[in-house]
């Protein structure tokens, strides 16, 4: 009978954990609930409507919705998170007893709580919860921030330079690798004269605002400022955790900061000043790691420093560390028990690395500066380049007619590589190419660079969003401006079928591009076009390694180059070894043809000089991780929706009744 109550007990884990260790000290401030008159109205349809919006041209309507969107999620939240503590306060767990049927309080309990909660919820809302339950895709938009994208181009269309700041660094903040961002807001601050320490990220958690201002002043050398904001800092944490903890229901994969990780920083950095203090804080930082040879110096250091009165033995970690780490033993030991009834194997994840953050492949960007990080001592030590850990298989199904296979892995010495011809027609490329003409800005993709890598040729780009914007505009055909949508869709299908994966393929990044060899710069040249890199690692030829860490774009997966032309000079794409020097295979750019291959270090690439004329593509780059997904791309799906819809509607306009029956 007992083992047959796992299930539901590992599913219920959160709410099983003693009161006791429920959360910080019991005296941690908590954030009110702002209450507002009238039902509250579902985000979900308040985004809907302000993306409507902004596509209509309606930029103050899109504002008000977009505004009033994020206002509905946060109080929705504030709402769960209330109600929970409430419930949890009302309802008390009974022990699990022992004997037949010793589970049935525990779950009388769970029971009375679920409807208390649900009755709060409705009364709150007012209205049922139902209204509030939301997709995938809209929950993911809101982790991402990306209604933050649409209000910072709503506000610039409004001229309200200082709002759409605000919401685009609000967005950059969550999304540092979007680099189109990254240029609006250089272009916003020259624009403003605004410094970079005055951005404003209007999701930043308490915490985090106090760390760095607590950073701040520890490299300035005020240690009692620095002490005020890191205990600030770490009052703030217990109180993220515990409505994290509320809101949590089964197992929680932290989505926006590393929590775990994050926190111990501060206890190394909180240990100056008064030796009974910092040695406090220094047992505690080790409690996370028993092993850091410098902080157990410390420790020695200032037990060294104690009056003679005082016993070090005496002098433990402090509380609140020492009740987080005990109740993540807990955890650990009913999540082991659990597993070991329910007949598998459960290994923890190590949470407690070196270099502060969790050692989990799947984890999201954190918001921590890391930067931060070299103040106390930790170093963010290098990690190779993993093998894939997927199958390696090629040879699936091109799923389009009249696509010819050239070469696969073998024959272009190398892994997960394919090269095709005639993915694009005669006419396709130079439908693209006029595109192209239309709409690239010089430096686009690049941060405003005209000649981001090297000085001798000139790089234009344009998004797919950018092509659609442009054809919606009237700027270019709308037809071409979709053919550069459906053409990356198709690139995507082949790949995807070609190294048979077993999941979805996402866009990371869709991008045209042209590279134009500037006249008077090619006598002698010896540069290339793109140096020799890897896509989702940073490749280091001396040792002969990638390491896949940040800025690299570590989440890319498989990448994909679709060439429009050939009527130039030079720009061969080529393979080499890891020392970035052997070629191992060359590729000459044509109509139609398309390179593609896994991002890794394993794949490493570059483009020889343009030297003559001008080479244009489409280069697409994919993950296998739906977080990393495109923003501008599901902008852009969302744009082909309305003009679909817009197609159907004049259809059907011109549909006779009686052709109906």
């Known amino acids: ?86 419930c949890a306060a009302r309802h008390p767990l009974a022990p699990l007893g022992e ?4 589970e049935l309080p525990l779950f009388r309990s769970l029971l009375g709580r679920a409807r208390c909660y649900r009755s709060c919820e409705t009364q709150r809302l007012g209205g049922p919860a139902s209204r509030h339950r939301v997709s995938e895709d809209v929950r993911s938009d809101f982790q991402r921030r990306v209604p933050y994208n649409y209000l910072q181009r709503a506000y610039i269309k409004l001229n309200q330079l200082e709002k759409a700041m605000e919401a685009a660094h609000t967005f950059f903040v969550a999304n540092p690798e979007h680099m189109e961002m990254q240029q609006n807001i ?27 201002a607590g950073v701040k002043h520890y490299e300035a050398d005020d240690f009692e400022l620095a002490i005020r904001h890191f205990e600030q800092a770490l009052r703030e944490y217990f109180v993220e955790d515990i409505e994290c903890r509320t809101l949590c229901e089964g197992p929680q994969r932290f989505e926006e900061y590393e929590y775990l990780g994050y926190k111990t ?153 394919v090269l095709l011809d005639n993915v694009l027609s005669e006419e396709q490329c130079r439908e693209l190419h006029s595109v192209a003409t239309g709409i690239m800005l ?36 709308l037809k071409s401006a979709r053919l550069f949508y459906d053409i990356s869709e198709k690139a995507r299908r082949i790949v995807e079928s070609y190294f048979m994966l077993n999941s979805t393929l996402y866009f990371s990044y869709t991008h045209m591009v042209c590279r134009t060899a500037l ?38 997966d498989y990448s994909a180059l679709l060439y429009m032309n050939d009527d130039f000079e030079g720009g061969e794409f080529i393979f080499t070894e890891m020392d970035a020097k052997t070629v191992t295979a060359s590729i000459k750019p044509k109509c139609g043809r398309m390179i593609s291959f896994s991002s890794g270090g394993e794949n490493p690439h570059g483009v020889k000089a343009v030297t003559k004329g001008k080479r244009c593509a489409v280069a697409l780059w994919f993950t ?36 109906e029956l």
């Open 624 to 659: 296998l991780d739906p977080l990393y997904r495109e923003l501008e791309r599901i902008q852009a799906d969302e744009v082909i929706a309305i003009l679909d819809q817009e197609q159907q509607g004049k259809h059907e306009l011109n549909i006779n009744p009686k052709d």
């Open 186 to 212: 250089e272009n916003y601050r020259a624009t403003a004269g605004v410094e970079a320490l005055q951005l404003v990220d209007r999701e930043a958690k308490p915490h985090l605002e106090s760390y760095n």
């Open 442 to 477: 010089v430096g686009d993709g690049y941060r405003g660079k005209t000649s981001p890598h090297t000085p001798n040729e000139k790089f234009e780009g344009a998004t797919v969003l950018k092509a659609l914007k442009s054809g919606y505009e009237g700027r270019v055909p």
């Open 265 to 417: 920083g501060l206890y190394e950095a909180i240990a100056v000043g008064e030796y009974v203090k910092a040695l406090e804080c220094a047992k505690a930082y080790l409690l996370c790691h028993p092993d850091d040879e410098d902080v157990l110096d410390n420790v020695d250091y200032y037990e060294s420093l104690l009056d003679d009165s005082i016993d070090p033995a005496s002098i433990e970690a402090r509380e609140d560390l020492t009740m987080f780490v005990k109740r993540h033993k807990l955890e650990s030991e009913l999540i082991k028990s659990a597993a070991e009834g329910l007949g598998f194997s459960y290994t923890e994840p190590n949470y407690w690395i070196r270099y502060g953050g969790r050692q989990d492949e799947n984890r999201v960007p954190s918001g921590v500066n890391v930067e931060g990080a070299e103040v106390h001592g930790l170093s963010m030590g290098k990690k190779l380049s993993p093998k894939i850990d997927r199958d390696l298989r090629e040879g699936g199904p091109l799923l389009y007619e009249n696509i010819t296979f050239v070469y696969n892995s073998e024959q272009l010495n190398g892994t997960q590589r």
């Open 1 to 86: 009978m007992r083992e047959r109550i796992w299930a539901p007990l590992l599913l219920l884990l959160p709410l099983l954990l003693p009161p006791p260790l429920w959360g910080g000290p019991p005296d941690s401030p908590r954030r009110e609930l702002e209450l507002e008159p009238g039902p509250l109205q579902p985000f979900d349809l308040l985004y809907a409507s302000g993306a409507a919006a902004y596509y209509s041209g309606d930029y103050r309507q899109a504002v008000r919705d977009l505004e009033a969107a994020l206002r509905s999620h946060r109080r929705l939240r504030e709402i769960r998170t209330r109600c929970a503590r409430h």
């Open 519 to 556: 006249s008077g710069q090619q006598d002698r040249r010896n540069d290339l076009s793109h140096p020799i890199h890897a896509d989702n690692c940073l490749l280091d030829p001396e040792a002969n390694e990638c390491w896949k860490e940040p800025p690299a774009y570590t989440f890319r």
């Open 99 to 102: 004997g037949p049927g010793a």
